[in-house]
């Protein structure tokens, strides 16, 4: 049976399918049986055809509430998202009254926004690289401000991105995508993805660490760091098309308070860093500088999921593509270019997937530092 809704990528990992559908850029790992039923449908001839060789394999399969989960599926898969158009008659007003400067690398970035509240969105995180308010040479200008019930970001002008005030965590990533472009000389469009995750490497390779809100993941890298590691990328973790690594991101670490007593003896002035309280359902949180890499970029060996829980001893653990992505994937970008969409694939295929809990520091610094040790070993 011809059809639109047919996967465009699929690629197998262990128990599981991973299926790309290119009309919608989603990604959906699936067992194998339901894989294979899949297959069957849209291998069937007619809708009929599919039913009459489905009840001849099992009588007392319900058939119609098996068609409605896999149409249910598929135009869930397929289902392409309303993209709100940019607003052509916006303009970039000349200026706005706070100003302030970067410098990221080599580049020296101007940001213009029209309320201290405004720039809590995009500062706190960078106020480490800010330069003196004097006369600069500006290689990159940004514009944020408010209008009505709508954020705009302007880059040298030209209008970027608009999001309601309440998305502007739409905002902050288009902001931090387009400094790390400028940072590595990188247009947009030559990055595979940007994962909701932090990146530590030991001047080797590199592990990607992933985790709901609340289950230790900035604490962990920051430990981790006080210990001998190297931040490459906190919360906002870039893939390269060119050569599938990940990229050095220069935010600091965000920390919530309730790791602030067991870092502060760790983490040189602590005790001297503001505490942030933009988003009050977070609580303050402190943003804590970290040394830059070695290099820019380090390629990746394994995605981990954190699970920091009180009083339990550390264990890592393999767990499925299937258990890892369900975290990964909802708050990560990634681009819908099929080539991009084929290389993430079989860069997932090249990584490692464990779940790491701990409690103790010391146990989980160990453990980290023998699977690093592991990837330096020919596989």
């Not at 509240?117 to 401000?145: C, E, G, M, R």
């Not at 009505?148 to 998305?167: G, H, I, R, T, V």
């Not at 681009?335 to 969409?341: M, Q």
Request: charged share 20%; aromatic share 10%; glycine share 4%.
């Amino acid at each position: 049976m011809k059809s639109t809704l047919v996967p465009t990528f699929k690629a197998c990992f262990e128990a599981y399918w991973l299926l790309w559908f290119g009309n919608s850029n989603t990604y959906s790992v699936v067992s194998t049986e339901f894989k294979l039923l899949l297959e069957s449908y849209f291998s069937a001839d007619s809708v009929s055809h599919f039913k009459t060789t489905i009840a001849e394999e099992d009588a007392n399969t319900d058939i119609e509430a098996l068609m409605d989960t896999i149409q249910h599926y598929l135009n869930h898969c397929n289902q392409v998202s309303a993209q709100t158009p940019l607003a052509s008659s916006v303009q970039d007003p000349l200026s706005h009254p706070i100003l302030k400067h970067y410098k990221i690398g080599t580049k020296t970035f101007a940001v213009n926004v029209d309320s201290e509240l405004v720039l809590q969105i995009i500062h706190p995180a960078i106020a480490h690289l800010s330069l003196p308010a004097t006369a600069h040479n500006v290689d990159t200008s940004f514009v944020i401000y408010q209008k009505e019930a709508y954020l705009y970001l302007f880059k040298d002008k030209k209008l970027l991105s608009q999001a309601l005030k309440k998305d502007y965590h739409q905002i902050q990533g288009k902001f931090i995508m387009h400094l790390l472009c400028d940072l590595h000389n990188k247009p947009e469009t030559d990055w595979i993805g940007t994962f909701h995750g932090s990146t530590i490497t030991d001047g080797h390779a590199s592990m990607l660490f992933v985790g709901e809100s609340g289950k230790g993941k900035s604490t962990l890298c920051a430990l981790l760091t006080a210990h001998g590691f190297d931040l490459l990328a906190d919360d906002v973790s870039p893939l390269l098309s060119e050569n599938q690594c990940i990229y050095h991101n220069p935010l600091a670490l965000s920390i919530k308070k309730g790791a602030f007593d067991l870092l502060q003896p760790l983490i040189s002035n602590f005790e001297e860093l503001p505490a942030v309280n933009f988003k009050t359902s977070k609580g303050p949180i402190k943003y804590v500088p970290r040394p830059t890499p070695k290099k820019s970029h380090y390629p990746c060996k394994a995605i981990i999921l954190v699970n920091y829980t009180p009083k339990a001893e550390t264990l890592l653990e393999s767990v499925s593509i299937k258990t890892v992505l369900e975290t990964l994937i909802p708050e990560s970008w990634l681009s819908p270019n099929p080539l991009h969409a084929k290389q993430f694939i079989n860069w997932l295929e090249t990584l490692h997937f464990y779940r790491l809990t701990y409690s103790d520091t010391q146990t989980m610094i160990q453990t980290v530092s023998e699977l690093f040790k592991t990837f330096k070993k020919p596989q």
